[in-house]
């Protein structure tokens, strides 16, 4: 069974950074793509950075230049270093892997986080 959990939210003043880790255990195979995506309440989940197994990355343009999607050479722990947070930062940021196509879409991701909380202040 595939377990996703993620860590390293908290609060900023805006300009300050963060990096969010997540940890999958259980097998999702060798070819697999993982995302971060976030959700303010009230709103539709949002996709925000997805890496392929290949290394690929992809992000959303609301944070290009600004979060660096990564992960660890052994493929367990994924990494969102996000720099320059702004106030419409602020969600709760989930952490997702799939195996079908790597995009910034919910539909494509089976395995899901309970997700860690990021507010920015101004």
């Known amino acids: 069974q595939v377990q996703v959990v993620e860590s390293g939210g908290g609060s900023v003043h805006a300009g300050g950074s963060l990096r969010l880790s997540c940890t999958v255990s259980g097998s999702i195979g060798s070819s697999y793509c993982m995302g971060w995506f976030r959700q303010v309440s009230g709103k539709g989940r949002e996709g925000v950075a997805v890496i392929v197994s290949d290394g690929s990355t992809n992000y959303a343009d609301s944070v290009k230049g600004r979060f660096t999607i990564s992960q660890d050479n052994a493929k367990t722990t994924v990494y969102l270093q996000m720099v320059s947070l702004q106030p419409d930062d602020t969600a709760r940021y989930y952490c997702?892997?799939?195996?079908?196509?790597?995009?910034?879409?919910?539909?494509?991701?089976?395995?899901w986080g309970q997700g860690t909380q990021v507010t920015v202040s101004s």
């Open positions: 997702a892997a799939g195996t079908s196509l790597c995009a910034l879409r919910t539909s494509n991701f089976n395995y």
